[in-house]
């Protein structure tokens, strides 16, 4: 093989990581838009994610996704950061070149495009329920803003984590405010849930007031079959949506990032969704 045959190699960095679908979901970007590129998982040691990340940049590695526990690490280990990898204060994309290691945040915008595109709910003047104050709730908020949503109501279980996190966008131009679950009493348009309770069955306490038919609920988890967010939802009448969408688009974006191609996720999400 000569040195311009040899793909780019791209991996997800995480612990645990076997779980990833990342290398699949790739593998099929890259298949569809004839990049020759290899995408791999790598498990870095829990006290050893930037030894890992310097020994993959070694053997030739071009970027990587970040995923659990390491998108802090990765954010500190970033010589440049994008706008919305500052917003977020967390990484899930790095990218390996003579000038360093850049860092980016594609969650957000995966979202974004999987409830605006994918789901065909526009968000511009709709009114935002986000559940949870953790790194998945904080780097979904610029790009929410973004869409010049009419406003963001962050809940989650520690309330200092919300009102923290409402400060920090306090000065965006849409009213952002924190709120105690039981202090929500008005209907939402679109209400995300970024918090990890689905991961043990359990539900945030909501009232019922917040969910009407025209709701958008949103379970940032996703699973062959609906969560128990979704469940809980639909049975106070809204329209529920996992967040698988939101795991391909953010590749996606990755995959733009380091490529400049953008792929079509429709089939990569049909093909992954038989999958579960
Ligand atoms: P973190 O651990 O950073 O945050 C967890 C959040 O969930 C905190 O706000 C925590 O509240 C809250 N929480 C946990 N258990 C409960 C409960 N029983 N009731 C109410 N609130 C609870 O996790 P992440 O932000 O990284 O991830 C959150 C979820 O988003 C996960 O399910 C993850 O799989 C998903 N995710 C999906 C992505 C996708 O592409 N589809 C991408 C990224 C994340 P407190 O502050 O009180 O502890």
Same mark, same amino acid.
């Given at each position: 093989m000569t040195s311009e045959?040899? #793909?780019?190699?791209?991996?997800?960095? =995480?612990?645990?990581?076997?779980h990833?679908?990342? #290398?699949?979901? !790739?593998?099929? +970007?890259?298949?569809?838009?004839?990049q020759a590129m290899r995408y791999e998982r790598l498990l870095a040691p829990l006290d050893h994610f930037v030894d890992s990340? !310097?020994?993959?940049?070694? !053997? =030739?590695?071009?970027?990587?996704?970040v995923t659990v526990?390491?998108?802090?690490? %990765? +954010?500190?280990? %970033?010589?440049?950061?994008?706008?919305? %990898?500052q917003a977020a204060g967390a990484v899930n994309t790095l990218s390996f070149s003579a000038d360093g290691i850049k860092g980016d945040n594609t969650d957000g915008i995966g979202l974004v495009r999987d409830i605006t595109r994918n789901a065909g709910v526009p968000l511009r003047n709709r009114s935002v329920l986000l559940l949870g104050a953790g790194g998945a709730a904080r780097g979904v908020i610029l790009p929410l803003i973004e869409e010049n949503i009419a406003g963001l109501v962050i809940a989650n279980r520690t309330q200092p984590r919300a009102m923290? @996190?409402?400060?920090?966008?306090?000065?965006? =131009?849409? #009213?952002?405010? #924190? %709120?105690? +679950?039981d202090q929500l009493d008005q209907r939402f348009d679109v209400i995300i849930n970024a918090t990890s309770a689905s991961l043990d069955s359990a539900l945030p306490p909501l009232p019922d007031c917040v969910f009407g038919s025209q709701t958008l609920a949103y379970d940032m988890m996703y699973a062959a079959q609906p969560t128990i967010f979704m469940q809980h939802a639909a049975h106070h009448g809204a329209v529920v949506r996992d967040g698988l969408g939101m795991l391909i688009e953010q590749a996606a974006e990755s995959f733009f990032v380091w490529r400049g191609v953008?792929?079509?996720?429709?089939?990569?999400?049909?093909? @992954?969704? =038989?999958?579960?």
């Open positions: 045959s040899v #793909p780019d190699r791209y991996a997800v960095i =995480g612990n645990p990581i076997e990833s679908k990342s #290398p699949q979901v !790739h593998a099929l +970007f890259a298949q569809q838009t004839l990340v !310097h020994e993959f940049i070694v !053997h =030739g590695g071009r970027g990587a996704n526990p390491f998108k802090l690490e %990765a +954010f500190a280990l %970033a010589n440049e950061l994008t706008p919305r %990898a923290e @996190l409402a400060q920090q966008f306090s000065h965006s =131009g849409v #009213p952002v405010s #924190p %709120a105690a +679950f953008r792929p079509d996720t429709a089939p990569v999400y049909t093909w @992954l969704r =038989g999958q579960l």
